[in-house]
């Protein structure tokens, strides 16, 4: 059972725009949450986070939404960069202090 | 500085064979992991080693076994290989052991076998 969902396996956004990345979760023990990015043959890299004490975490273009009730939470890029094209992962973690991810979302930017 | 190192970064076996991945780091982490990916899976956590001396078992540990060499090495081994170990593997580290220690992966190894 996935308990943390990426339900759009890809995005395409026009440079200059935003993007908007989704994630759901189910398992309501779960109070922090992460973004992590990944460049085809890389490892992912940590992007932001934000504990459950918040709704909003911003980091220069990158800002993290999260709706506890709704179990939810995005990722908005503005403005999104072509560099920005990658997968990115959301990831949460509650209780046992491991990191449980989704399946990602492709986006890609283009000119 | 280096970050977290992998090898071998491609390898192939046959069902059967007995392989070991080799992970360190030169960031003085205290705590390491091993994950799995997959199509349409996610990452997934097979072991992981809260600090030096200790390992303990992920969601996906079955297949597998880990050894935390020292503070700068922890490898992941598979005795005997399967189809349904044919992955990518990431090795990750991290300063501390919690939940808001920044995880810090290394390239992959992708393993596919036959």
């Known amino acids: 059972d996935q308990q943390v969902k990426q339900n759009s396996p890809s995005l395409s956004v026009q440079e200059g725009r935003i993007s908007i990345l989704n994630c759901d979760y189910t398992?309501?023990?779960?109070?922090?949450f992460l973004w992590y990015k990944k460049y085809p043959a890389e490892g992912p890299t940590f992007l932001i986070s934000?504990?459950?004490?918040?709704d909003k975490n911003e980091d220069g273009r990158f800002t993290v939404f999260l709706n506890k009730s709704a179990k939810h939470l995005s990722l908005h890029i503005v403005p999104s960069q072509p560099g920005d094209s990658a997968v990115y992962f959301c990831?949460?973690?509650?209780?046992?202090?491991?990191?449980?991810f989704g399946t990602g979302t492709r986006l890609q930017v283009f000119p | 500085n280096a970050g977290v190192t992998q090898t071998p970064k491609f390898q192939v076996l046959k069902t059967g064979q007995s392989m070991t991945l080799q992970c360190a780091q030169d960031?003085?982490?205290?705590?390491m992991y091993w994950y799995r990916q997959d199509p349409g899976m996610g990452l997934r956590l097979i072991y992981y080693?809260?600090?030096?001396?200790?390992?303990d078992k992920g969601e996906v540990p079955n297949g597998y076994n880990v050894s935390r060499l020292n503070k700068r090495e922890f490898s992941l081994r598979l005795e005997s290989a399967a189809p349904s170990q044919t992955s990518v593997y990431f090795c990750?580290?991290?300063?501390?052991?919690?939940?808001?220690?920044?995880?810090?992966f290394g390239p992959g190894t992708r393993l596919l076998v036959l």
């Open positions: 990750a580290s991290s300063e501390g052991w919690g939940i808001q220690e920044t995880q810090y």
């Open positions: 934000i504990s459950s004490i918040k």
């Open positions: 990831a949460a973690s509650g209780g046992t202090d491991k990191l449980i």
């Open positions: 398992n309501s023990m779960f109070d922090y």
């Open positions: 080693s809260a600090s030096e001396g200790t390992t």
């Open positions: 960031m003085n982490h205290n705590s």
